[in-house]
């Protein structure tokens, strides 16, 4: 409703999150209205990169395994810290409370579950240049191979 507008009609999207990481239902609610929107555009836009001639498109999918978009993907990176980094680092970004940040981490798969599940994992414990660092890795294996 316009409860969770802000005075000029954009989305007040801290209080949206309050709402939805703390009630499922919502969530779910939210997802299954969002989500296939969300899917539809970024099939279009692979399409459109395709088309203009690029070899590779990379999609940033936070909710990739919840949303069981994997058959979208060839391969599957996922960016890893320990859950105490992943906390803390939340709780900077967005001005969120410990428990507020543990909400939206509990609403979704854990990070290790996640690496689990991926082709390639990139450890983001560190220095911002050892993560860029593997992240180069990545690209030149994945750019040989193919």
Do not use: C
């Given at each position: ?9 954009n ?39 395709f ?30 810290t ?45 220095s ?19």
């Amino acid at each position: 409703g316009k409860d969770i507008l802000l005075e000029d009609g954009n989305l007040n999207r801290a209080k949206l999150g309050e709402i939805i990481f703390r009630d499922k239902e919502k969530r779910e609610k939210l997802n299954e209205i969002t989500h296939p929107r969300v899917k539809d555009y970024m099939l279009k836009e692979r399409e459109r990169f395709f088309e203009a001639g690029e070899k590779v498109v990379f999609f940033d999918i936070p909710l990739l395994f919840e949303s069981h978009l994997e058959s979208l993907v060839d391969q599957i990176i996922v960016v890893w810290t320990t859950p105490e980094t992943e906390l803390k680092r939340l709780m900077e970004r967005n001005n969120l409370t410990k428990e507020e940040a543990l909400a939206r981490i509990n609403s979704q798969m854990g990070i290790d579950e996640k690496a689990k599940k991926a082709d390639f994992v990139i450890d983001n414990n560190e220095s911002l240049e050892k993560t860029q660092k593997q992240v180069l890795t990545f690209i030149e294996r994945f750019v040989n191979n193919k």
